[in-house]
């Protein structure tokens, strides 16, 4: 800091330490609007998915929860129906839990049947569009 040994230099002084006060307000001003946006529910929702949807560890781990998930609700509806008995509901729900658990807790060995099946399917239909295309020959 400066001595101050006249009139002019308090003034020049007291003049700095103003603007300093408006700059530093005009800086808290600023920091508190991006701290208030930044809290806005939307804004954290959006931030959140933003990051969820970087994460290709994330995004394998919902992919697998959701297709355990749908396995285990695909068996548990092909096993009850329209059926309902007590007992055929609560061994669907025993087959649901079972299943899901199964498909999230080994996701590699179904995805590697899921492709075998779908190159069988794949190669199936390729060879009959071949069959069709010599008939018609």
């Known amino acids: 800091m400066m001595m101050i040994?006249?009139?002019?230099?308090?003034?020049?002084?007291?003049?700095?330490l103003q603007e300093?006060?408006?700059v530093q307000k005009q800086?808290?001003?600023?920091?508190?609007?991006?701290?208030?946006?930044?809290l806005k529910p939307v804004n954290l929702v959006k931030h959140m998915l933003q990051e969820i949807s970087g994460s290709t560890e994330i995004k394998n781990t919902?992919?697998?929860?959701?297709?355990g998930l749908g396995t285990g609700i695909l068996s548990k509806s092909l096993f009850v129906g329209a059926s309902r008995s007590f007992i055929k509901q609560v061994l669907g729900n025993v087959l649901q839990y079972g299943v899901t658990n199964l498909v999230t807790s080994h996701p590699s060995?179904?995805?590697n049947v899921g492709k075998?099946?779908?190159?069988?399917?794949?190669?199936?239909?390729?060879?009959?569009?071949?069959?069709?295309?010599?008939?018609?020959?």
């Open 5 to 16: 040994q006249t009139q002019q230099d308090l003034k020049n002084a007291i003049q700095q």
């Open 20 to 22: 300093q006060r408006l």
């Open 27 to 38: 800086a808290i001003q600023q920091q508190f609007y991006l701290t208030y946006q930044s």
């Open 62 to 67: 919902v992919l697998e929860t959701g297709i």
């Open 109 to 111: 060995i179904f995805k």
């Open 116 to 137: 075998s099946i779908l190159k069988f399917i794949k190669n199936d239909t390729g060879k009959k569009g071949r069959d069709n295309s010599r008939e018609n020959n």
